[in-house]
């Protein structure tokens, strides 16, 4: 035959009164030391929650704020640089101006790439999940702004560096042509190349394609006159016409660099209309989201206190079926042994 396990109930009446309530205050201790150990777990949790929410969308809005605001100080020192470098020199204007920019640039590739690793992130929160298509847009349209900031100060590198550019190419050929056309000591000759000198002044000044065009207008007589000159000998008049076809093929080269450096600009002013509503609405998103994470936030704090409550109604009907237990097994015998004891006192020794 097999034994059948005690009840509960047998188990509890065997026990004597003091290991009753031995057993009846550690239960009461472990109930409390349950309540206070949970509620400190749903806080913790509730807190994380809400730092890394706040912390994932507020760093978003950083890196979108922060983008949006050294791109546009990028362009202006570009612009700067375009403009200034004529009177400023190549080299003043580059470390006043260009290195400032290559530095914006930098700043924003950096926050571009951190952008991209939050949106990629699995704490992204639905929101930016569900704008897959603005959030790939926008990094799109950074990635090409930054390559045409880059690309606009090679141009202007290419344009007046020192030595290597077409400008000093320009001036290094013109003054070659000019102490040849002073030896050859024919006015004529000497007023039609600074004429063509004017010019191409202008054009340097103002940016007008029609000076560069009075330039070479005037280049063709001037070739004539070198290669008819009596004054010149053969060697001089090689060496004049050799810097002569380097100066236009110098001013035409400026000329297209010019026109790239332009449409850059212009590209600039696009891009900049292209990215401007993007990142109005990425910032709206990342506001939205932190009034999410904060409605999350309440509804965590929500779900904390239903729980406090489940576990405080638990407490309760844990300590009154303690009570039960109590009043059945131990208060309602001492109330019967003291009914006992007064009808022996009253002289009824029978019972």
Not at 105 to 124: G, P, Y
Not at 127 to 146: C, G
Not at 281 to 288: A, E, K, P, T
Request: charged share 20%.
């Amino acid at each position: 035959m097999t034994s059948k396990m005690p009840s509960i109930s047998k188990i509890w009446k065997r026990l004597n009164i003091t290991r009753k309530f031995s057993l009846t205050l550690g239960l009461l201790v472990g109930l409390n030391v349950l309540m206070a150990m949970t509620s400190l777990i749903v806080l913790r949790q509730i807190r994380i929650e809400t730092e890394t929410a706040i912390n994932h969308s507020t760093a978003i809005q950083h890196d979108i704020l922060e983008m949006d605001r050294g791109l546009q100080k990028a362009r202006r020192l570009e612009m700067q640089f375009f403009f200034r470098y004529p009177t400023l020199g190549y080299a003043e204007a580059y470390q006043q101006y260009a290195l400032p920019a290559a530095e914006q640039i930098v700043q924003v590739a950096a926050a571009n790439t951190q952008l991209e690793e939050l949106l990629s992130d699995s704490k992204t929160a639905d929101i930016w999940q569900e704008n897959t298509a603005n959030s790939n847009l926008y990094i799109l349209a950074i990635n090409r702004h930054i390559a045409s900031v880059e690309e606009a100060t090679q141009l202007i590198a290419q344009l007046a560096a020192d030595e290597t550019g077409l400008i000093p190419q320009l001036t290094h050929s013109e003054t070659h042509l000019l102490a040849i056309i002073e030896a050859a000591g024919e006015s004529d000759m000497l007023l039609l190349f600074r004429e063509m000198q004017s010019y191409k002044n202008e054009y340097l000044v103002t940016r007008q394609r029609s000076s560069m065009q009075a330039a070479f207008n005037l280049a063709a007589p001037l070739q004539e006159n070198l290669e008819t000159s009596p004054a010149l000998n053969a060697a001089q008049r090689t060496q004049a016409l050799k810097h002569l076809d380097a100066y236009l093929t110098a001013a035409n080269e400026v000329l297209d660099v010019d026109v790239a450096i332009l449409g850059k600009f212009n590209e600039f002013d696009l891009q900049a209309a292209a990215i401007q509503p993007i990142t109005t609405r990425m910032i709206h998103l990342s506001n939205q989201e932190v009034e999410n994470a904060q409605k999350r936030i309440t509804t965590s704090g929500r779900h904390a206190n239903s729980t406090l409550l489940a576990i405080a109604v638990i407490g309760m009907g844990i300590a009154v079926s303690i009570a039960l237990a109590l009043n059945q097994s131990i208060t309602r015998n001492i109330i019967k042994l003291t009914n006992v004891a007064s009808l022996f006192e009253a002289g009824r020794l029978n019972t």
